[in-house]
Nanobody
Framework: QVQIVESGGGLVQPGGSLRLSCAAS????????MAWYRQAPGKQRELAAT???????DYADSVKGRFSISSDNAKHTAYLQMNSLGPEDTALYLC???????????WGQGTQVTVSS
């Protein structure tokens, strides 16, 4: 079993920044990818950013240039640095870890990000 715990969400003013953390624990066996998704009320869940064990990253067009994903492989932790936040970034941010050998994915409960003045 794998557990995912996200943290770092909160209320921030437009133009502000937040840093989210995602810690995975349990039976962690690579290779795997960690990713941040987000889901706004009434909208579909969308992929925001991914990172693999080699540090290769990918971003949704909507966050490119503003968000940066990084990881500490020894701690099985991923981070999402979010800058220049706008109201459109308001969502529940969920962390996912996907294991390629078993094709299993695990999700955290999410951390709420609200961008409002």
């Amino acid at each position: 079993q794998v557990q995912i715990v996200e943290s770092g969400g909160g209320l921030v003013q437009p133009g502000g920044s937040l840093r989210l953390s995602c810690a995975a624990s349990g039976n962690i066996v690579g290779p795997y990818t960690m990713a941040w998704y987000r889901q706004a009320p009434g909208k579909q869940r969308e992929l925001a950013a991914t990172i693999n064990l080699g540090g290769l990253t990918d971003y949704a067009d909507s966050v490119k240039g503003r968000f940066s994903i990084s990881s500490d492989n020894a701690k099985h932790t991923a981070y999402l640095q979010m800058n220049s936040l706008g109201p459109e970034d308001t969502a529940l941010y969920l962390c996912n870890i996907h294991f390629f050998r078993t094709n299993l994915s695990y999700w955290g409960q999410g951390t709420q990000v609200t961008v409002s003045s």
